[in-house]
């Protein structure tokens, strides 16, 4: 399980690795909100990855 993708860029691994440590700590994974503050996004329009997008269309 902590098999390490060749084709993770470092701030993907620093991503997987927060998730990772999330679930142990706590049982279940993050929400959007905790991962970007606990990985330091300020912002998710700023951000490399895509957010879902599930969420704006359940409005």
Known sequence: ???RPD??????EQ???CIR???EDTGEGPSVRQLAHA????S???SPITWP????RAR
Do not use: F, K, Q, Y
């Open 7 to 12: 084709h993770l860029t470092d701030r993907e």
């Open 15 to 17: 991503i997987l690795r």
């Open 39 to 42: 990985v330091g996004m300020r």
């Open 53 to 56: 997008t599930w969420n704006a």
């Open 44 to 46: 998710r329009h700023r």
């Open 21 to 23: 440590r999330w679930i």
């Open 1 to 3: 399980m902590n098999r």
